[in-house]
């Protein structure tokens, strides 16, 4: 079973650039996640989809971070401008459903996009 | 809010020892607790999990006990292999109030290096 796929794996721009990452999840997973993992830290929560609709985006900075999910499948997670405090590895996860009784249901993750703003 | 705590490392042991992380957690209510390992250049994969009180997740020598008394989640292993060197993340899920899904909760990471 193909895992989750992340592209680029690696980009560097400079600040105030955009940029934009694309996740392709683990076919017939409902819900997709985008993770920004700060060197250093734990990944941290940007947003939570479930198939095509947003469940929970608190944490993303909308002033500059977007995020979608067509057809329910792929997703895009652009940053528009970019900050100097925005390098990070941008992780994408999926999971066969997020709901209820989903108790320790798991997420897997892909490799993840190592962003550097320069 | 929901917090993870993890011992800082790095952590450096010699081939065949003894492997502790400690992990304790805050949480509002009755979280799923998980160990991720981190392989260089590789994602976030689930170690273990455990889903009640005085659980005890296994899987590839690797045991961690849920302690609802203590909120802990301590990683062990009997005999680290240089193999397992990588960064080991603790984690819980819990479904936030008003919002309809679970999600993760990290703490920092430790980083283990085991020597040959």
């Known amino acids: 079973e193909a895992g989750v796929a992340q592209s680029p794996r690696y980009k560097i721009i400079e600040k105030r650039q955009s940029v934009a990452f694309w996740c392709n999840p683990i076919?017939?997973?409902?819900?997709l996640y985008w993770y920004q993992q700060i060197l250093g830290q734990g990944p941290k929560l940007l947003i939570q989809?479930?198939?095509?609709?947003?469940?929970?985006d608190s944490q993303l900075p909308k002033d500059r971070f977007s995020a979608e999910r067509l057809k329910g499948v792929d997703s895009t997670l652009k940053i528009q401008p970019a900050k100097l405090e925005d390098s990070a590895v941008y992780l994408c996860?999926?999971?066969?459903?997020?709901?209820?009784?989903?108790?320790?249901?798991?997420?897997?993750f892909g490799p993840g996009t190592r962003l550097t703003v320069l | 809010g929901d917090s993870v705590t993890q011992m800082e490392g790095p952590v450096t042991l010699s081939e065949e020892a003894f492997l502790t992380i400690n992990c304790t957690y805050t949480?509002?209510?009755?979280?799923?607790l998980f160990w991720y390992v981190q392989y260089p250049g590789e994602g976030l994969q689930l170690l273990l999990k455990?889903?009640?009180?005085?659980d005890k997740g296994s899987n590839k020598g690797f045991e961690a006990t849920y302690r609802k008394e203590t909120t802990s989640f301590h990683l062990e292993k009997g005999s680290v292999q240089v193999s397992d060197s990588a960064v080991y993340f603790c984690?819980?899920?819990?479904?936030?109030?008003?919002?309809?899904?679970?999600?993760?909760?990290f703490g920092s990471g430790t980083q283990l290096t085991v020597l040959p």
């Open positions: 949480a509002t209510g009755y979280p799923s």
């Open positions: 996860a999926s999971s066969l459903e997020a709901t209820s009784g989903s108790d320790g249901n798991e997420q897997f």
């Open positions: 989809f479930q198939n095509n609709g947003v469940v929970d």
């Open positions: 455990a889903t009640k009180a005085d």
């Open positions: 076919s017939g997973h409902a819900t």
């Open positions: 984690a819980l899920s819990e479904r936030p109030p008003l919002r309809s899904a679970r999600q993760l909760t």
